[in-house]
């Protein structure tokens, strides 16, 4: 179950639909130049080939189409920092939709410039406000489509991981999101004012229970860049390896976030 309620940030809907497209449009990039070899490399998740992870980064972004689909939610039930907490509830269904999604769309180009025109014209159609049902509750397509950052990011990292060179660029709106969403379920998960988290610079969040400073420099500091964080959060890096190779500096001895990480799986 997730925890507390935490009153979210808010996005700015029209930064966050372009931001998601525009991630999209680097990974269809991408995509379009890799080789029969480099579908085949293997990923940093589980059994899944490059292939697999391609067609997992299109399902993530047809959900909104099949939730649209569906009956509107009578009423929202659930909150944006909810999603965090739901990601693993279905992790055996996602695995057999995905290697599904690869029989069915050998051509990767036409099956993620068919996803960027259905989802443009989607966006284009509902309003923000549209309820739709998902994994963590009815959400309004506004918040849902925050969460969609955070795959297409998490994602992207992981073909730049998989293809040597690669190097996918991340548009700065949707790593921020991404970072952003992420940062602020640490700080639901641990609530608290005792350890500061700086991830410059895109979030600054306070968590982990204790005293709670009010002027100066907090007795409890943890900084890194968005993307460690973000494989910290994702469980792509742990939290021991990410200090001994100095991608992120804690002091205090309420810095220790390795027994709250990872928050998704």
């Known amino acids: 179950m997730p925890p507390a309620k935490k009153r979210a940030r808010t996005y700015d809907p029209a930064k966050i639909r372009t931001a998601v497209l525009a991630q999209l449009a680097h990974v269809q990039e991408a995509v379009r130049g890799l080789t029969p070899g480099q579908l085949a490399l293997p990923t940093r998740l589980g059994e899944w080939t490059v292939r697999e992870l391609v067609a997992h980064i299109g ?5 909104i189409g099949r939730s649209l689909d569906l009956p509107e939610p009578p009423k929202q039930d659930a909150v944006l920092l909810d999603w965090p907490f739901e990601t693993a509830a279905s ?53 849902y489509l925050v969460t969609r950052t955070v795959e297409l990011v998490v994602h992207t990292d992981d073909l730049n991981a998989a293809v040597p060179g690669l190097d996918i660029p991340y548009d700065r709106q949707a790593l921020a999101a991404c970072t952003r969403l992420l940062a602020d379920a640490l700080a639901a998960r641990a609530p ?15 968590c982990v229970e204790g005293p709670r400073h009010t002027r100066g420099t907090p007795p409890n500091v943890v900084e890194t ?20 190779d100095a991608k992120v500096s804690a002091s205090g001895e309420r810095a220790d976030l390795g027994p709250l990480l990872p928050l998704l799986s």
């Not at 055996?92 to 036409?110: G, M, N």
């Not at 259905?118 to 284009?124: K, T, V």
């Not at 964080?229 to 994702?234: D, E, N, S």
């Open 225 to 244: 860049d968005p993307l460690t964080w973000i494989r910290l959060a994702t469980g792509r890096t742990e939290w021991k390896a990410a200090l001994h």
């Open 192 to 206: 608290g004012g005792s350890t500061e988290v700086r991830i410059p610079p895109y979030a600054v969040v306070q």
């Open 91 to 143: 992790s055996s269904a996602i695995d057999e939709f995905t290697k599904r999604l690869v029989q069915e769309h050998p051509d990767l180009d036409t099956y993620l410039a068919d996803i960027a025109q259905g989802l443009a014209e989607q966006l284009d159609t509902h309003a923000g406000t549209r309820l739709l049902e998902t994994n963590a509750g009815a959400l309004p397509l506004a918040d």
């Open 59 to 63: 399902m993530a972004l047809t959900a």
